[in-house]
C-alpha cells in the first residue's frame, strides 16, 4: 500500500472520528434540552480532564445554572447522562420505579475484567438480587454488634500510636490525615472482612495494605483505562486492559482461601464477613473463592477511599471548629467516666452530638458526589419545566442523582456552607432515612449496603483520636475548603493536614491509656 492511500485512510479514519462524536453530542439538542458544556471525546468533564475544576464543582455550577429545571444533559465522555435534579422524580427514579433503573452503570466490562465485575455495586439484576440477600445479613444490627470488639481494637492499637507518636515527636505535630486513617481502615477491613489481624500502625509495609492501596487507586493512569473503557471498548478488549492488578488479586484470593482452608479444618467460627460467606456456600454453590474475594473487596472500596476520607472530613471539621470540639470531647469524657470498663455498642451508637457531627460531615461532604442508575425498560420523565414535552428514556439511558449539590442548597439547608451539627438534633432534626435531600449513602434498594458499617467504624476511631488528643489545624490545612481534581472523589485541593496535640487529661481506663 502507497503513502498516498495510507494518508487517505488516515483522513478517513479522522472524519469518521469526527461525526461520530460531533452525532453523538446533538442527542440532548435533538431533545430541546439543556445541557452542560461539552466538548470533543471529553464531553462535560472536559473542566475536570484539563485539571480546571473538580467533578463535584461542575455538577453543583450546573445544577444552580439550570435551578428551574427538573432535569438537563450532561455527557459523561462521549455518553448521554440525564441529571435528575427535582426531588420526586429522584424518589421515583430510585424507590418507586426501582424496577425500571436497577443498576448501576458498569465501571468495567464484565468480558475484560470479570473479577471486577463480580462485586456487590457491579452485578446487575437477579444476580445483584441474589448476592445483595446473601450479604445483607453481614450488616445487620446484631452482626454490628458482634462487629464492634473487632472494631474496637483495632481503633485502641491505632489511637495509642498515635497519641504515643505524638508524645515522642513533640516537634512534629503536622500530620496527614488521609495516610493514617487509611491504614486504620485497612485494619478494620483485614479484621472484619478476610479475618485477618494486622497493624498497619507499626507495619505500613504489609502486603495487605500496599497492595490494597494500589487495587484501589482511582487517580492518575487508572482514570485514563477508565476513559479508554468506556470510549473505546473494543481497543481494550484486544489490548486486554483491566482496572485489576493480577498480584493483588491473587494475593487477596491466597489470603481468603487459606483463611476459609483453617477455618473449615479446625471448625474456626469468628463475626465476620468471611464466616458469613461460608455459611452460605451450602444454599449457593457459584459461591467460590474467587466471588468470594470479590465481594470482600468490596470493603477496601469503601474503606480505602470512602469511610477513610469521610473520617477525615469529620477530623477536618472538628478542628476548625473547636466549639463542636469541645462539645464533642465533653460527650466522649461523659462516656469514658459512666463507663466502668471499655464502653458497649450501644452505648457508642446512643452518642447523639458524635452522630449528628458524622452526619452534618456527610451532608457538606458526601464523598461521591452523585449516584448513578442505568434504565432497564422505557419510561418516560415528565417535562423538565412547563411548555416543555416530556422525554421518553430507553434500555440502556442513564441517569444521575446529584447528591452534593442537593445537600448544599439552601432551600433544604439554611446556610448550607456552614457546618452545622445542630440540624440534626432536638425534635425538628434532619431525619436521615429514605431522605430525597440526605443521600451520602445512597437511596432506595440499592442503599449502600455497608452505611452502618461505616458509621461505626468512623465513630469508634473518632471517639478514640477525641479522648486522647485534641484536633487544630495546621498550616497545610486547607482553609477555605477547595476540592481537588485528582479524581472523582471529593478531595481537598492540599490534602487533609492537621495538628494532633495529645490531652493533659484524658477519661481512659489505665489499660486504655497509651503509655
Known amino acids: 500500500m502507497d503513502h498516498l492511500s495510507v494518508l487517505l485512510m488516515f483522513l478517513v479514519g479522522c472524519l469518521g472520528i469526527f461525526w461520530i462524536f460531533r452525532y453523538s453530542f446533538t442527542y440532548f439538542e435533538s431533545l430541546g434540552l439543556p445541557c452542560v458544556s461539552k466538548m470533543p471525546i471529553l464531553g462535560s468533564l472536559w473542566p475536570f480532564m484539563f485539571g480546571f475544576t473538580s467533578v463535584t464543582d461542575i455538577l453543583g455550577n450546573a445544577y444552580n445554572e439550570f435551578r428551574e429545571m427538573k432535569y438537563i444533559g450532561f455527557y459523561e465522555f462521549n455518553s448521554p447522562v440525564f441529571i435528575v435534579k427535582d426531588l420526586d422524580l429522584i424518589k421515583s427514579v430510585a424507590v418507586?420505579?426501582?424496577?425500571?433503573?436497577?443498576?448501576?452503570?458498569?465501571?468495567?466490562?464484565?468480558?475484560?475484567?470479570?473479577?471486577?465485575?463480580?462485586?456487590l455495586?457491579?452485578?446487575?439484576?437477579?444476580?445483584?438480587?441474589?448476592?445483595?440477600?446473601?450479604?445483607?445479613?453481614?450488616?445487620?444490627?446484631?452482626?454490628?454488634?458482634?462487629?464492634?470488639?473487632?472494631?474496637?481494637?483495632?481503633?485502641?492499637?491505632?489511637?495509642?500510636?498515635?497519641?504515643?507518636?505524638?508524645?515522642?515527636?513533640?516537634?512534629?505535630?503536622e500530620v496527614d490525615m488521609k495516610t493514617i486513617l487509611t491504614k486504620y481502615t485497612n485494619d478494620v477491613i483485614a479484621s472484619c472482612a478476610f479475618g485477618i489481624d494486622i497493624d498497619t500502625m507499626k507495619n505500613p509495609k504489609n502486603d495487605f495494605y500496599v497492595l490494597g492501596r494500589k487495587a484501589t487507586s482511582l487517580e492518575g493512569l487508572v482514570l485514563v483505562k477508565i476513559l479508554l473503557m468506556r470510549t473505546f471498548p473494543g481497543l481494550c478488549r484486544l489490548l486486554d486492559v483491566k482496572l485489576t492488578i493480577d498480584r493483588a488479586k491473587d494475593f487477596f484470593m491466597s489470603a481468603i482461601a487459606s483463611t476459609v482452608a483453617l477455618r473449615d479444618e479446625k471448625g474456626?467460627?469468628?463475626?465476620?464477613?468471611?464466616?458469613?460467606?461460608?455459611?452460605?456456600?451450602?444454599?449457593?454453590?457459584?459461591?467460590?473463592?474467587?466471588?468470594?474475594?470479590?465481594?470482600?473487596?468490596?470493603?477496601f472500596f469503601g474503606g480505602f477511599e470512602s469511610s477513610s476520607t469521610m473520617m477525615c472530613f469529620v477530623a477536618h471539621e472538628i478542628?476548625?471548629?473547636?466549639?463542636?470540639?469541645?462539645?464533642?470531647?465533653?460527650?466522649?469524657?461523659?462516656?469514658?467516666?459512666?463507663?466502668?470498663?471499655?464502653?458497649?455498642?450501644?452505648?457508642?451508637?446512643?452518642?447523639?452530638?458524635?452522630?449528628?457531627?458524622?452526619?452534618?460531615?456527610?451532608?457538606?461532604?458526601?464523598?461521591?458526589?452523585?449516584?448513578?442508575?442505568?434504565?432497564?425498560?422505557?419510561?418516560e420523565l415528565p417535562p423538565a419545566s412547563p411548555g416543555m414535552k416530556p422525554v421518553t428514556l430507553y434500555p440502556g439511558s442513564r441517569v444521575w442523582l446529584p447528591i452534593s449539590a442537593i445537600q448544599r442548597d439552601p432551600k433544604y439547608y439554611p446556610n448550607p456552607e456552614k457546618f452545622d451539627p445542630e440540624r440534626f438534633l432536638g425534635e425538628d432534626k434532619m431525619n436521615v432515612n429514605n431522605s430525597t435531600v440526605y443521600l451520602p449513602?445512597?437511596?432506595?434498594?440499592?442503599?449502600?449496603?455497608?452505611?452502618?458499617?461505616?458509621?461505626?467504624?468512623?465513630?469508634?476511631?473518632?471517639?478514640?483520636?477525641?479522648?486522647r488528643c485534641n484536633l487544630k489545624p495546621s498550616s497545610k490545612t486547607c482553609i477555605p475548603?477547595?476540592?481537588?481534581?485528582?479524581?472523582?472523589?471529593?478531595?481537598?485541593?492540599?490534602?487533609?493536614?492537621?495538628?494532633?496535640e495529645p490531652r493533659n487529661k484524658t477519661y481512659l481506663s489505665s489499660n486504655s491509656q497509651t503509655q
Not at 420505579?97 to 452503570?105: A, K, L, Y
Not at 452482626?143 to 498515635?162: E, G, R, T
Not at 475548603?481 to 494532633?500: D, I, S
Request: aromatic fraction near 12%.
Open 121 to 173: 455495586f457491579a452485578l446487575r439484576d437477579e444476580k445483584w438480587r441474589q448476592t445483595r440477600s446473601l450479604l445483607t445479613p453481614a450488616f445487620t444490627s446484631s452482626k454490628m454488634k458482634f462487629m464492634f470488639k473487632l472494631v474496637w481494637n483495632c481503633a485502641s492499637k491505632f489511637a495509642d500510636h498515635v497519641a504515643l507518636e505524638q508524645k515522642t515527636n513533640p516537634g512534629d505535630k
Open 319 to 379: 478542628a476548625i471548629n473547636p466549639d463542636v470540639q469541645d462539645r464533642l470531647q465533653a460527650e466522649v469524657d461523659e462516656v469514658l467516666r459512666k463507663s466502668p470498663g471499655e464502653p458497649t455498642y450501644e452505648t457508642i451508637n446512643s452518642m447523639e452530638y458524635l452522630t449528628a457531627v458524622l452526619y452534618e460531615a456527610l451532608r457538606m461532604y458526601p464523598v461521591a458526589p452523585l449516584l448513578d442508575r442505568v434504565c432497564v425498560k422505557e419510561f
Open 481 to 500: 475548603m477547595e476540592f481537588g481534581v485528582k479524581g472523582f472523589a471529593m478531595l481537598p485541593k492540599t490534602g487533609f493536614w492537621l495538628n494532633l
Open 96 to 119: 418507586k420505579n426501582f424496577d425500571s433503573f436497577p443498576n448501576h452503570s458498569p465501571l468495567v466490562d464484565p468480558e475484560m475484567d470479570p473479577f471486577m465485575a463480580k462485586n
Open 441 to 467: 449513602f445512597g437511596l432506595g434498594p440499592r442503599m449502600c449496603i455497608g452505611n452502618r458499617f461505616a458509621l461505626l467504624e468512623s465513630k469508634v476511631v473518632i471517639f478514640h483520636l477525641l479522648a
Open 268 to 299: 474456626i467460627t469468628r463475626p465476620d464477613m468471611i464466616q458469613l460467606m461460608m455459611e452460605a456456600r451450602v444454599k449457593n454453590e457459584d459461591l467460590d473463592i474467587e466471588e468470594m474475594t470479590s465481594q470482600a473487596f468490596v470493603f
